[in-house]
Nanobody, 120 residues
Framework: QVQLVESGGGYMQAGGSLRLSCAAS????????MGWYRQAPGKQRELVAT???????NYIDSVKGRFTISRDNAKNTVYQQMNSLKPEDTAVYYC??????????????WGQGNQVTVSS
């Protein structure tokens, strides 16, 4: 069993910054890619950023230059630094991890979700 526990988020005025953290624990053999998704009210969940175990990153265009994803492999933790926040960044943010619990057993796990609200 694998658990992803998120922290951070909250309320911020436009232009401000917030940082999200997501720590994985449990029966972890290795973690491949980790990522952040978000879901705004009335919209589908969308992928925001991903990071591989080697540190390669990808972002959706709307957050490039403002959000930074990083990870600490020793702590099985992924972070997302969010700067220059905009009201359209308001959403519930979920972390995701591609985890091997055994060399031949793999699954995708989700955090509990964390509300980020940006006021104009």
């Amino acid at each position: 069993q694998v658990q992803l526990v998120e922290s951070g988020g909250g309320y911020m005025q436009a232009g401000g910054s917030l940082r999200l953290s997501c720590a994985a624990s449990g029966s972890i053999f290795s973690i491949n890619a980790m990522g952040w998704y978000r879901q705004a009210p009335g919209k589908q969940r969308e992928l925001v950023a991903t990071i591989t175990s080697g540190g390669s990153t990808n972002y959706i265009d709307s957050v490039k230059g403002r959000f930074t994803i990083s990870r600490d492999n020793a702590k099985n933790t992924v972070y997302q630094q969010m700067n220059s926040l905009k009201p359209e960044d308001t959403a519930v943010y979920y972390c995701n991890a591609d985890v091997k619990t055994r060399p031949t057993m793999r699954g995708f796990y989700w955090g509990q979700g964390n509300q980020v609200t940006v006021s104009s």
